[in-house]
């Protein structure tokens, strides 16, 4: 039985593959079912919906988008809304205005540290047209020699409250969660992990979130039973991926295995859908 993976990264933001490529690998690991998740950007969705029909893979458009949560960065993944919607297109590039805002800053705070870096490095590295993020310029510091590997930029330099770090203010859950209604979408708390409390989670359930991501290489089983009993007990949809970038040390061993069923998947695609009815129904009164 063919599998779903609804947190996956291409080249457009910090993924390694295509997404061509990216299509074509997920084809060989038998999913049936994948979402394209770049961080805040929903440029790969086209060529790979183009390159999915040949491949007979469903594709569910995604996005991760970085958003406030009390004061601090989290992630949140959007499902199913139209790639075309004005509202999500102004609104990823007003994300996309402040990741090159904050890569911009980071650069600066590394250069006062002594680090020999520029922007334009980080640029080079991003590619033309992808979203900018922090593994960048991590990338960049390796490269140059700085540290062993990306993972040790980040606990040293890049990491959240590292010397490096650069805050932006980014929308809140609430904003990010009525935006996704409006564009016919659902929202789902990404990676949870062990970073919310009961407390937290309560904020994100009355903050309008429709699921949450259960399925990760970072939740071990008692965390993914955790977070689907949370789901359950709060009338809440699942979902699940790899998380795949292409350059991580167990990337490869995940695609493919750390996955949902289509089941799961399908029911993350019909509620978007049934959002987007509710929308079709209130523009005919």
């Known amino acids: 039985m063919k599998k779903a993976d609804l947190h996956i990264h291409t080249t457009v933001s910090d993924g390694r593959l295509t997404p061509t ?20 950007t929903i440029d790969g969705i086209s060529e790979a919906q183009k390159v999915a029909e ?35 297109k102004k609104f990823l590039k007003e994300q996309q205005n402040i990741r090159v805002y904050r890569a911009q800053k980071i650069v600066g705070n590394l250069k006062k540290l002594g680090f020999d870096i520029s922007f334009d490095e980080v640029l080079a590295r991003a590619g033309l047209g992808a979203s900018i993020a922090r593994p960048h310029i991590a990338s960049v510091m390796v490269e140059k020699g700085y540290a062993g590997n990306t993972k040790e930029v980040f606990l040293r330099y890049l990491g959240n409250n590292r010397p490096a770090y650069f805050k932006c203010e980014y929308r809140s859950v609430p904003e990010v969660s009525e935006l996704a209604r409006d564009a016919g979408g659902v929202l789902f708390l990404a990676h949870p992990g062990v970073f919310y409390s009961e407390k937290d989670l309560k904020v994100m359930l009355d903050a309008g979130i429709d699921g949450v991501e259960y399925v990760h290489p970072s939740h071990p089983y008692e965390l993914q039973k955790k977070y689907h009993n949370w789901a359950d007990k709060n009338g809440l949809l699942v979902s699940g991926g790899s998380d795949y970038h292409g350059y991580r040390y167990d990337d490869e061993c995940n695609l493919g295995i750390v996955a949902i069923s289509q089941h799961e998947a399908h029911k993350v695609r019909d509620a978007a859908l049934e959002h987007q009815d509710v929308l079709t129904v209130a523009e005919e009164k």
């Open 21 to 40: 490529e990216l299509v074509r690998e997920a084809a060989l690991r038998d999913l049936g079912i994948i979402a394209l998740t770049d961080h805040d």
């Open 54 to 88: 040949e491949v007979d893979i469903e594709i569910i458009p995604g996005v991760e988008i970085t958003v406030d949560f009390n004061g601090k960065e989290c992630h949140v993944l959007m499902y199913g809304f139209s790639p075309d919607n004005p509202q999500i």
